[in-house]
């Protein structure tokens, strides 16, 4: 079974940075999607980034330019490199996988889930 376990979250002030990880075990790592989405209380969930097997990277476009996903197959690690923060950005990120080769930016295409870091930027 796949475990995913997030770490990074904290609190930090707009225009500062955090480096959320993700650490998975069991399954093949490197052929599967990885994701990240986030939550907000009285909000749906909401796509943030995705990197396929192949490193090819997919950004919201409310982080764009701002927020750099990468993948280390031999530590079997995600990462989530998060610049420029906004106080908008505030929410439970949530790592995720996908056993497919593509990106995606729907929660119901993902297959197993972490249990979430809490981000908080305050202004």
């Known amino acids: 079974q796949v475990r995913l376990v997030e770490s990074g979250g904290g609190l930090v002030q707009a225009g500062d940075s955090l480096r959320l990880s993700c650490a998975a075990s069991?399954?093949?790592?490197?052929?599967?999607?990885m994701g990240w989405f986030r939550q907000t209380p009285g909000k749906e969930r909401e796509f943030v980034s995705a990197?396929?097997?192949?490193?090819?990277?997919y950004y919201a476009d409310s982080v764009k330019g701002r927020f750099i996903i990468s993948r280390d197959n031999t530590k079997n690690t995600v990462t989530l490199q998060m610049n420029s923060l906004k106080p908008e950005d505030t929410a439970v990120y949530c790592c995720a996988l996908r056993e497919a080769f593509l990106n995606s930016r729907l929660p119901h295409d993902y297959d197993y889930w972490g249990q979430g870091t809490q981000v908080t930027v305050s202004s």
């Open positions: 990197i396929s097997r192949n490193s090819f990277p």
């Open positions: 069991g399954g093949t790592f490197s052929r599967y999607t």
